[in-house]
T-cell receptor
Framework: EDQVTQSPEALRLQEGESSSLNCSYTVSGLRGLFWYRQDPGKGPEFLFTLYSAGEEKEKERLKATLTKKESFLHITAPKPEDSATYLCAVQATGTASKLTFGTGTRLQVTL | GAVVSQHPSRVICKSGTSVKIECRSLDFQATTMFWYRQFPKKSLMLMATSNEGSKATYEQGVEKDKFLINHASLTLSTLTVTSAHPEDSSFYIC???????????FGPGTRLTVL
């Protein structure tokens, strides 16, 4: 069974204080790993897709990396508007594009 | 990415009634859509895969007679919660699969409260 574990469960940062979120996964064969951002009471917003170990993608203050066992979402000099829950999901080969989600990391960035 | 809408955004109903939730792909023809439910501070749980013109595929443990899914066109999928009970109260979210990108784009969600 595919499993996704995210840590920490919650993270509080001061504005400008960089950090990383972790997503560990167990999957029979990885087709893709996805990062989403979710604001309270809203649907997830797509951020990145990573397909192979060693791959990196960046968007503004966010950078996602992938190894064979985990992915990291690095947040550089965060701002209060980066406060949200960040979700990681894996897509296994042969699963018709289905996603298995982790429980997310709730990030709060304060002034 | 694809723009997805859901209607209604919030619904409150009495126990025993049925509720229909619509999911529309506004700028993309979606052969495949997904329905999820999410409990507070919990992960998104896939309920079913909705395929245009065919029967939905339900995940293990999801009652297909209780959660009726219809995907009659390339832009609309509906989820009907039949004979709703308080334990069906949840946040229901749909997504559209963009095949060319192998990515899912999500709707804003529907908050269902059953009294």
């Amino acid at each position: 069974e595919d499993q996704v574990t995210q840590s920490p469960e919650a993270l509080r940062l001061q504005e400008g204080e960089s950090s990383s979120l972790n997503c560990s996964y167990t999957v029979s064969g990885l087709r893709g790993l996805f990062w989403y951002r979710q604001d309270p009471g809203k649907g997830p917003e797509f951020l990145f897709t990573l397909y192979s170990a060693g791959e990196e993608k960046e968007k503004e203050r966010l950078k996602a990396t992938l190894t064979k066992k985990e992915s990291f979402l690095h947040i550089t000099a965060p701002k209060p508007e980066d406060s949200a829950t960040y979700l990681c999901a894996v897509q296994a080969t042969g699963t018709a594009s289905k996603l298995t989600f982790g429980t997310g990391t709730r990030l709060q960035v304060t002034l | 990415g694809a723009v997805v809408s859901q209607h209604p955004s919030r619904v409150i109903c009495k126990s025993g009634t049925s509720v229909k939730i619509e999911c529309r792909s506004l700028d993309f023809q979606a052969t495949t859509m997904f329905w999820y439910r999410q409990f507070p501070k919990k992960s998104l749980m896939l309920m079913a895969t909705s395929n245009e013109g065919s029967k939905a595929t339900y995940e293990q443990g999801v009652e297909k007679d209780k959660f009726l899914i219809n995907h009659a066109s390339l832009t609309l999928s509906t989820l009907t919660v039949t004979s709703a009970h308080p334990e069906d109260s949840s946040f229901y979210i749909c997504s559209v699969l963009a095949f060319s990108y192998n990515e899912q784009f999500f709707g804003p969600g529907t908050r269902l409260t059953v009294l």
